[in-house]
Each structure stands twice: as C-alpha cells, then as structure tokens.
C-alpha cells in the first residue's frame, strides 16, 4: 500500500524566478523507508517541507502530493495542522536549534502531546517519561527541565526521536538527522532511528548526503541534482549498479569512508 | 569595488548618491552660486515673497533664503562630514592597534573605549560644550570625543576577525613586517566595515548638530546654518509659518538621501547579503540599528 | 541569579567613580577660571587679583585637586552639588525640581515607545511585505529623517495654534504632556519598531518555529514563542532607551518650554553656570549607568543563555 505519491513537484522561488525543485514524483510504501540524497542545495530539504506544507510563502508549489491516498494541499490549515506531529512528523537536523531557546524542553514537548492527545497531565509526564527512557536518555525528569543549550546535539536528537515515540505518526521525515553530530553519536543516532521503525511500524523519509547511513537504513534511494531527481531504485540495485553518472561519483567519493563505517557500524552490530 | 556596482541597480541608491553630491559641490563652492552675500541685510525686504531675484524669498531681516540654505551646508553638512572623517580616522587607529596587536594594548584600549561609551552621548556633548563655551569648533570636538569610542570598538572587531585569518597568518610566519600586513592584507577587506558604519552615522550626526545650533549652543548669528535658520523661523512661526519650510526640507532631504546611500551601501557591501539580498541581514543589522539610538536624534 | 544580579550591580560600581572622577575633571579643564565666572556673574565691576584669590579660597580651589574631588564626590553622595555660580543658590533645589520633571516626562514617554515600537513591530513582521508593513516603514523612514525639533515646532503650530487643542508650554495638565510625549514617541518609535520587527523576521525564520509547526503546535503558541525570543532583543535595547530619551530631552523641553534639566543645562551652558552643568552630567551619566545594568539583569531573568557569562 502506498502512503505517500508525490507527482510532478515543482517548487519556485516567486522572487527570483528561480526554479528549486523541479517536476520530482516518487511513492512510498507502508513501512519502507525511502532515503533521499545529493549535495546540499539540491532540493532534498525543500522537497521534504513541501510534503508537510511548510514552505515559506513566498515559494511556488505545483503538483500533487497524496498523503494516504488524500491531496494534502485541499486540507484546511487545521486539518493540515492535526496531521502534522500525528501523522507526519520531522526530525530536524539540529536538535540543538529545533527548540525554543528560551523555555525547557519539556514546555515543548507537553505542548505538541496535548495538541494531539487528550491525556491527563499525570499521563502525559508518564509518556514522556517513558519515551525518553526508551531512546537511553537517562532522568527524564531532568531532561525536560533543561534548557535546549544545556543539552548536547545528540541529546537533542533522541529528544526528537522520542517525541517520535510518544506520536507514533505514520511517516516520518528526518531532514539529515545526524548530520551535525559526531562519528560516534551518529552511530548511536542511527541505532535509535532503526529501532524506532521497528517499533511504532511507520514509514520513513530519510535525508542524508551520507551514503553510507542510507545504505544502513533506507530500502529506496533517490538522488537529487540541482532539484532534478538523477537516480531512483532500490538501495541495492542503485549501488550496485548506478545509471546516473552522478550517482557513480557519489558513489565512488564516499567508497573509502563508507566501507569503513560499514564496517565499523557491523562489526557493532553483531555484538 | 565591483559590488559597488549593485549600487548602480538601485535607482533610490542613485537619486541620494546624486542628492549628496549635488550638496557637497554647492557647499563648498558656495560663493559663486549663491546669488546673493547670504548675511546681506535688506530691511526693504522684509519676508518678502518668491521672486526672480530671490528664489526662495527673504528672511525676517531680508537675507536671501536660498543663499543662506546654499551657505549653510558648510555647517550643517561639510563640516559634521569632516567631524566624521577625524572620529572615523582616530576610531580606526585605536581599533587597529587593538584588534590586530591584542594582548595588553586590546585590553587597556578596550577600557577606555568602555568607559567612553558608559557616558550617554547626548549628555557627554552637552558637558563639553558646557566647559569650552558655545560655538560650532567646540560642538564637532564634543562629537569627536564621544564618537571616536564607538568607531574603535566597531573596528576592532572586524580587523580582529580578519587578523586571526589565515592568510595573515601565513603573512606572519613568513616573515612580513606589521605594516605591510595591515596595508596589503586588513585595511582591504576592513574598509567596507568601515564605510557601512560611517555612512549609517552621518544622518545622525546631521540631525544632532543642527539640534544644537537650533538650540543656540552651536553656529552663532549672522552665520548661515539649517538648525538655526529653523530656530530663526520658528520665533515668527504663528505669523510666517512658510519660513520652515526650505531649512526643513534642506534638512529633510539630505538626511534621508544618506539614509538610502548608507542602507544601500550596506546591502551592497555586505557578502551575506549578496545571494540573498532582501533577507534578514541579521546581528550586523541590529547592532547597526542599536548605533542609530545610541546616537539618538537632536 | 541573585548572585548574577549582585555581580552586574557591583561592576557598575567603579564605572559610577570613573564617571564622577571625569566630570569632576573634565568642569576643572575649563578655559575659563571659575573664580572669575562668580565674580562676574555677582557683578563685581573690577575684578582685582586679590578678589580672584579670595574667592578661590571661597571655592575651596587652593586645596590639593584630589582632595578636592573627594569633597566634591562626598557632598554629591549627600545630593549638595554646590551652589549655583550665577543665582547662588542650591543646585539641588534648581536641579531636583527640574529632574523630577524631566523624570516624568521620560518615563511616559519611554512607555509610548516601548508600546508602540511593539505594536508596529510586531504588526508589519507578521505582515512582511504587504502593503501596511511598507508604508509604515516608509513613513518612518521619513519622519526619523525630521529633525524633532522641526517636528515639534510644526505641531504646537497646527494643534496648539491653528486647532487650539493643547496648551502649547508647561507642565500643567495632562493635555500638556500630550505634545511633547507625542514627538519623542514618534522619533524614537520610529526607530525602536524596525528592531522588534527585524528580530521578529529573523526569529520566524528559525529552525525552533519549523519543528514547532512541524509537530502540529498552535500558530498561537508559535507566535508566543516567536514573540518571547524577540523581544529578548528588544528588551535590552528598551532599558536602554529610557536613560537615552532621559538625556536626550534638551531639545524637546526647549521646544515645549517643559521645566526641565534639558532646559535647565541649556540655560547654564550659556551662562556656565558649571556646578549645574556638573550636576546634571553626573545625574543622568548615572541614572544611565543604572539602567544599563538593570536592563542586563532584566536581559538575564528573561535569557538563560547569558546568566552564565560574566
């Protein structure tokens, strides 16, 4: 069953003229997880607000995009509002700005459980609670009283991944989730990423410029150049066998660092 | 210099650069185009109408108004533009040394610069004028003394981010003199800091000085002044209320031709700006915003 | 926090007996000798040498200029700032009134500004762009162009005069305030909106208001949010908008003959009357040294971020 349709995107910039994204279509199947990749200012990130409808105004979009079988742009602002954070939710790229600097991180996350939820504060505390446990964050409690610049990014990052937990929103859009973080803290991030999919069953729109991440979780990739998409299949066959030249660059820049992180994230894996 | 040519796109950009110039060349040849000696007394004249001969009227002692406007913009204007350029000048001394030699000499400097700045500027100009007697020559010291300050800690932060670059680093260890290095390699690239915050204070200054005149503290009578002319036509208002008008304007209209240039100098100057060009401009913006109240209007 | 508060309030300490030391030195740079100044001002015809040393002595002037600032820094603690050179009277009695004055004046027109430099701000972020946000911005653009004076002089002619609806001097009633309060507001407001508005704007365009909608959150909410971190900004440059409005007044009090230090200061200028110039300096330089660590306190009670440096 397909989740997600997107035909014909075209995303413009009204001021310049410019074209960002340019005539993209691709589906997404219940419970697989599609990665998109390409260098920065390809339209990865445009492409990923224009499925939630959160472009600025002053950028153009034209095609379809059908969310569960529904053209998301005939939703009013509220019913599109209900959905997002329930039904589609993103995980940003920096967690450390992705919250409100200047109230603790819990006002945020009680604020979005009873945008979407009718449960008793104790119930919510209790949820969160058990949320950010889940993703190894250790006294809850104390999390949620600290200010985001108190916290390190790849706390942040399991904060978002644990908000994820509590919604248990159908797809998830994570815009380059482990970018900003270190080798190691990205490696436990992706972990977090993995189990979340197995847990709540959604599916998941993946970001990276990291080919070697896609590989680890994504079944379809997509390659985006200058907004165009370049090269689509599944994860194995596009490495395996690359049509697009650029894929193949990609592919084989990333080779020495990729196949050190395989196998350094499989040797882990096994234990 | 080609991104000043971002500047030639902006028609408003334009109009004021011709607005600026158009003004400084009447300034400072003053004598041979005001049609008349500008502290002429002609008591036949009295508030006397446009005419031929005197384009912009006649003031309460029949002084021509046009060449009174025409003289007054060595005050109102050359003079504060040169005000600038020695507080600008002593600023980029300071900051220079500050920024590109650090250690001790930043922090002493940096103090002084502190303590300066603890002082409201408005207030500090009125003590100094208190001490050395009214007068145009003792306003435009007062503003240098209370200008230079903020120019030296503005600088220093810009030659201190170019200082740590690479580049002069790699200048340093092979074995460039101090000189050569602040000649060749951060005078260059500091010199659009430098023009965007002179351009963004001369408005204020402007209003600030003729607000002192207007108060009877700067240019002294007969000499022709916007401020004062202004203070002049305010005394027979009720009566003459028309006489405002061409100081009013002269004022109004230079002030906002260096506000569009500054603004328009900054956009262009600015490599953040460059890509995108109506986005927000940021920190720099603001404390460029914060300049303009802290030399707050007269 | 409290500790934080102690600190900013403790730094601003020695700034206080740097200004005082300054202005204390910079009255004794005068050109003209102050023995002098009295003498003329009392209307002695032939001012003799003998006369000058006498009321040196008078002033206290032949004593050590350390000990003289010591003497001059305890009196001022005390709020006697001398006497006046020209009245002979008490500086405070001439400077407290009109400061009293100039305070009133200052505060309700620092709080028109703060209201209206949110309000416009605030309005044209959240229509950036459109046709209310340029036309606001350019009428500021030309009204911050006019200098107060000028704005001043036009509105006591045409509602003080040509309307008759204001009294166009003094104190008197509330009506009386309405003129002066109105031309600061709006040569300050002017200026005060455009950083509400540009940090509203650059704050919209953050990452936390994307993840905020991105998790379904109200645009009420985001709004609160928004308008919480930018005025963070503002409120630091609002504290410092009352001590500037406070030294700033000279021209507006003129205009309006508002009894008040600006006028007062003019007035001893023209005659150097130093010891109320001295004074009002030393007054307002601390009353401006006092907002700003109160607007850094206030800064750090709304920001965590800053309560860790210093």
Not at chain 1, 146 to 152: A, D, F, N, R
Request: a positive charge.
């Amino acid at each position: 069953m397909t989740i997600l349709k997107v035909t014909g995107l075209t995303i413009l910039d009204e001021r310049t003229g410019d074209t960002l994204v340019k005539d993209s279509s691709f589906q997404l199947k219940k419970g697989t997880c599609l990665a998109i990749a390409g260098e920065s200012g390809s339209g990865k990130s445009l492409t990923c607000r224009a499925l939630m409808r959160l472009n600025q105004p002053g950028l153009k979009e034209t095609g379809t995009i059908l969310f569960k079988g529904e053209d998301i742009s005939l939703f009013t602002k509220k019913e599109m509002r209900k959905k997002r954070g329930r039904e589609i939710y993103m995980i940003m790229q920096n967690g450390m700005t992705a919250f409100d600097p200047s109230s603790v991180i819990g006002v945020h996350l009680k604020q979005a459980a009873a945008e979407h939820f009718d449960w008793s504060a104790e119930e919510t505390e209790r949820k969160l609670h058990w949320a950010l446990e889940s993703v190894l964050l250790k006294n809850p409690g104390e999390v949620m009283n600290h200010y985001p610049h108190q916290l390190s990014g790849g706390m942040m990052q399991r904060v978002m991944i644990a908000l994820a937990l509590v919604l248990e929103p159908d797809l998830i859009i994570a815009d380059e989730p482990t970018t900003a973080l270190d080798a190691i803290t990205q490696y436990e991030v992706m972990n977090e990423l993995s189990r979340l999919r197995e847990r709540i069953g959604c599916s998941m729109i993946f970001v990276s410029h990291d080919l070697a991440m896609v590989r680890k979780i994504a079944d379809e990739l997509l390659v985006m150049k200058e907004g165009e998409i370049v090269e689509c299949g599944t994860v194995e066959s596009v490495f395996r066998k690359p049509k697009n030249d650029y894929t193949s660059y990609l592919i084989s820049t990333r080779q020495a660092l990729s196949d050190h992180f395989t196998s350094l994230m499989g040797s882990r894996e096994q234990c | 210099m080609t991104r000043l040519k971002h500047l030639r796109n902006d028609p408003l950009a334009m109009i004021s650069i011709v607005i600026i110039l158009f003004t400084i060349i009447c300034g400072i040849f003053a004598p041979y185009i005001a049609p008349h000696d500008p502290e002429e007394v002609n008591m036949n004249l009295r508030y006397a109408p446009l005419s031929w001969e005197y384009l912009l009227g006649n003031d309460h002692l029949g002084r021509c108004i046009l060449s009174r406007i025409i003289y007054g913009i060595r005050p109102s204007v050359l003079w504060v533009l040169a005000a600038l350029v020695v507080s600008v000048l002593i600023g980029a001394v300071i900051g220079f040394t500050a920024g590109y030699f650090r250690g001790k000499a930043d922090t002493f400097l940096m103090r002084i610069c502190d303590i300066m700045l603890s002082f409201p500027g408005y207030v500090m100009a009125l003590a100094i004028i208190g001490v050395l007697g009214v007068g145009l020559e003792n306003i435009l010291i007062a503003f240098i003394t209370i200008k230079w300050a903020w120019f030296a800690r503005i600088i220093r932060t810009s030659v201190r981010q170019f200082a740590e670059a690479d580049y002069v680093r790699y200048a340093k260890t092979i074995g460039k003199g101090h000189i050569e290095i602040m000649v060749k390699h951060i005078i260059p690239v500091t010199f659009a800091d430098i023009a965007v915050i002179s351009s963004s204070s001369i408005s204020s200054m402007i209003l600030q000085i003729s607000g002192f005149s207007f108060l009877g503290l700067g240019v002294q009578a007969p000499t022709a002044e916007w401020g004062m002319m202004l203070n002049e036509a305010r005394e027979v208002m009720f009566t003459r209320p028309e006489l405002l008008l061409a100081p009013g304007v002269a004022i109004i209209l230079v002030v906002m031709a260096f506000n569009f240039f500054s603004d328009a100098l900054q956009i262009a100057l600015d490599p953040s700006t460059q890509e995108k060009k109506k986005n927000v401009k940021g920190n720099y913006l603001l404390k460029r915003r914060l300049n303009r109240h802290e030399s707050t209007q007269a | 926090m409290v500790r934080y508060m102690i600190r900013r309030l403790l730094i601003s300490i020695p700034v206080l007996f740097i200004i005082s030391f300054i202005t204390f030195v910079l009255m004794n740079l005068s050109p003209m000798d102050p023995a002098k100044v009295v003498l003329q001002a009392q209307g002695v015809p032939v001012i003799t040498g003998e006369l000058m040393e006498q009321t040196r002595e008078e002033l206290g002037m032949d004593r050590p200029f350390l000990i003289q600032y010591a003497d001059w820094l305890w009196s001022c603690l005390h709020l006697d700032f001398g006497t006046s050179f020209v009245t002979g009277q008490p500086v405070w009695a001439l400077l407290g009134p009109a400061f009293f004055n100039t305070l009133k004046l200052t505060l309700v027109s620092s709080f028109m500004v703060v209201l209206f430099s949110i309000l416009l701000g605030v309005i044209c972020a959240l229509r950036e762009g459109k046709a209310l946000d340029q036309s606001v911005r350019g009428i500021s653009f030309f009204l911050t162009a006019m200098p107060s004076y000028l704005l001043a002089s036009l509105m006591i002619w045409y509602f003080a005069v040509k309307l008759d609806l204001f009294p166009t001097n003094g104190t008197g009633s509330i009506g009386s305030y309405i003129l002066p309060v109105t031309v600061i507001t709006i040569s300050y407001a002017g200026i005060y909106f455009r950083v509400v508005r540009s940090s509203m704007i650059s704050n919209m365009r953050k990452d936390y208001v994307m993840y905020g909608r991105a998790c379904g959150l109200k645009e009420r909410h985001i709004t609160m949010r928004i308008l919480r971190n930018s005025l963070q900004v503002a409120i630091s440059v609002f504290c410092m908008a009352i001590p500037i409005i406070l030294g700033s007044t000279v021209v507006v009090e003129n205009v309006f003959a508002w009894p008040g230090v600006g006028s007062l200061s003019v007035k001893s200028i023209v005659s150097r009357d130093f010891p109320i110039i001295q004074a009002y300096v030393l007054l307002v330089a601390a009353a401006f040294v006092l907002f700003n660590a109160l607007s850094d306190i206030l800064n750090a009670v709304i920001n965590p971020m800053v309560r860790n440096d210093l």
